[in-house]
Every structure is written in C-alpha cells, then in structure tokens.
C-alpha cells in the first residue's frame, strides 16, 4: 500500500486528500489526514467570528466521511525525510508521498509586542477571543493593522457589528491599494459609511497592552489590537531540511514537488509556486486548484503516468464589507485588477456564494473528480 499523508486540513489540504483518496483508490493507497484541530476551519469568514457572529461548525471526520481517509488530530511536530516520518505528539506517521498543506498564519514574530499582545484571524480561537472581549466592553477601540483585503473585511465586519466600537484602519498603503481606483472608490465609502478610521502611510513599530506604537514614537491607544499584516509559513519545513524560500515556504518544481526531496508535495500557502507571470500569492482562490492537481499528479505518477506542470491565473478579488455590502475586482491572472468590477448587493451574493463554495466542492468530488479548472473560481 502506498501510504499518502496530507499535513494541513483546510481549504488546500481537504480537497487534496478526498481527491487523491477518489482518484488512487483502485491504485492501492492509504490516505492519512493530519489537523491539530477536529473542526474545519473557514478562513474566509474568520472576520464573522472576531466580529461576534455564530458561524456554524463544520468537522473534519464529518467531511472525510465515506471516503477511507484516516484522520489523525494533533500537531505535526517534526517531519523526517530520510525517515518518511511525521511526529505528531506521541505517534509516528510514516508516509512514501507527503502532502504538505499546512498553510500560513499572520506573521506576529516581527514587530515587538505583536504576538503577546495582538489578536490575529490565524485560528478559531483567537478570532473568538477578540469577539468575547467586543461583547464585554461596549465601545471599545479596535485598531486594525494591515489595509490589506483581510483587514479591510475585518474592520467593516466590527464595525458594523458593533456600531459603539470605535474601529481604527492602520495601514502603510491606502486600503485595497491593489484594486481599481472605481472599486477602492466604493471600498472608502463604505469605511467612511461604517465610521471606520482610516490612517494610512503609517508604520507600527511595536504593540502594547493597551495600543500601538507608531514611527516617530506616537502611541495610538486601542482596548485591542488586531493583526492582520505580513504572512509567514509554518517553520516545520525548514527545521526538516526541506528547501524554502525566504518565508519559509517550500520551493516547488513546475509540478508542486519539492526541489529538495521529491516524495513531498507542497501546495496553497506552504508553497513558493512560480508561474510565467510570477509568484503565485496564498488565497483560497489558488490554494484549491493546487491541492487538486497536487491529487492529480501524484495519481498519474502511482499510474505510471508523467506529472503534468501546474497552471494558474487569478481571476477576482472578492472582498466583504460587512453583511450588507462588498466589492469584487476582476482581475487578470497575475492578480491585477482589471476595468469590471461589482458593487453592493450583486456583490455581497457573488461574495457570499465564493466563500460558500468550498464545502460542496469537498462533498462533489467524493464521488466525480470535478476538473481542476472549475476550482479556480474559489474565494
């Protein structure tokens, strides 16, 4: 039996494991699911919890269902590629394809303060501790660092939610920077619609107990802070030996195997994936079409059959802006924006139906192996 174990199970991870799981069967192999958690995570609506909002629990061994995946919960604490082996806590997994999906979180390392002080959307959990404390504390002051697509959904969601917050948006480049000027037009107005407070060209040089500190030493004062800026992968590839970039994400050949040892498959955010335009960037959006040809490939190859190279283009940016409005920039593949955007309630439902689309794609392709191309439309 060829044993496949898959490192990670969000969005990349799980579409990798059920569609290998389909596509290997009859070729004699094990499929083994590694998560430090039992619940699914939904990073596209991480922003609905730190806001607050019930968001129902989907769990792992739920969506595995039916498909002879073996789910083990723990933390993947070393990987040993001379060995084949994955140590997750006391266990010791062996595999001959590791499937490496374990993502990235907001990088807290580098800004003094961040990480003991800064709430970030990495997980459930911390999401949810920054919602306990929005409950508790009426009006608090929230500064959102990061004018990114993340914390531009994070500060609306806030401040919609909680009308007597106070939300400030901290970013060096003006939020959306990489939309249109007509999207990032609708994007400021529904800031400003919302009262959230924007200041951009600003740089935090380090996070306090109750605020921020600023270049030039100005202290903005905040009951919490939340950290959505900068992205780092997991160390866990780099203390193995395996090749990485710069951030730590594994460098992959044209078919998503590491330049380093080739039994190890990378994909989403774990990966440095070059296309003919460029580096390819972690989003759900290209995290799913890699996990699938990642499935794919390693089919052919147990097949006898040459992997083929992996291609990708971007194709939008969805981005909410609270329940009841958002934009979406269509973009070329590299990721800039094109002249067609939506806006307002057209918008939310695209938006709504983008972030939706995951799960059904999971419970479709444990019995048709849906084309890679269709994947590429996910948020």
């Known amino acids: ?49 730190a806001s607050g909002q019930v968001v129902r629990e989907v769990g792992i061994p739920e969506l595995l269902r039916g498909t002879g995946i073996e789910f083990v919960q723990g933390w993947a604490e070393r990987v040993d ?19 490496y999906a374990i993502g990235s ?14 709430y970030t959307l990495n997980s459930v959990e911390s999401a949810a501790r920054l919602a306990d404390l929005l409950a508790a504390r009426t009006g608090a002051t929230v500064a959102v660092v990061g004018g990114g697509l993340t914390g531009v959904e994070a500060a609306t969601e806030i401040a919609e939610r909680h009308p007597a917050a106070r939300v400030l948006l901290l970013s060096r480049d003006v939020p959306g920077s990489m939309m249109s000027a007509r999207a990032r037009a609708h994007l400021d107005r529904a800031l400003r619609r919302l009262g959230v407070g924007v200041r951009t060209g600003v740089e935090v040089t380090k996070v306090l107990p109750d605020g921020v500190e600023l270049a030039g030493g100005e202290v903005v004062g905040a009951d919490a802070t939340l950290w959505t800026t900068g992205f780092t992968a997991s160390p866990l590839a780099a203390e193995a030996g395996i090749a990485v970039d710069g951030r730590g994400r594994i460098v992959v050949d044209a078919t998503l195997r590491s330049v380093s040892h080739p039994d190890i498959v990378a994909i989403g ?80 439902v695209y938006k709504e139906l983008v972030t939706r689309s995951p799960l059904p794609s999971y419970r479709l392709s444990k019995h048709l192996t849906v084309p890679a191309a269709a994947l590429s439309s996910r948020g």
């Open 269 to 348: 955010d774990a990966a440095a994936i070059t296309q003919r335009w460029g580096t390819i960037h972690g989003t759900c959006q290209s995290g799913i079409p890699s996990g699938a040809h990642a499935a794919d490939s390693i089919a052919r190859v147990l097949a006898g059959k040459p992997a083929k190279p992996f291609r990708f283009g971007y194709i939008h940016q969805p981005v909410s802006l609270g329940r009841r409005d958002a934009v979406i920039q269509f973009t070329r593949p590299d990721d800039t924006p094109r002249r067609w955007f939506l806006k307002g309630r057209a918008a939310v």
């Open 81 to 99: 590629p001379g060995r084949r082996e994955v140590s997750v806590g006391e266990r010791v997994v062996g595999y001959d394809t590791l499937v």
């Open 1 to 49: 039996m060829h044993r496949i174990v898959v490192l990670g199970g969000g969005y990349t991870g799980m579409i990798a494991a059920i569609r290998v799981a389909r596509r290997a069967r009859r070729l004699g192999v094990v499929v083994t699911v590694v998560n430090p958690s039992e619940r699914f995570a939904e990073r596209l609506r991480m922003h609905q919890v």
């Open 105 to 118: 979180v907001a990088q807290t390392g580098t800004v003094p303060g961040a990480e003991a002080h800064a």
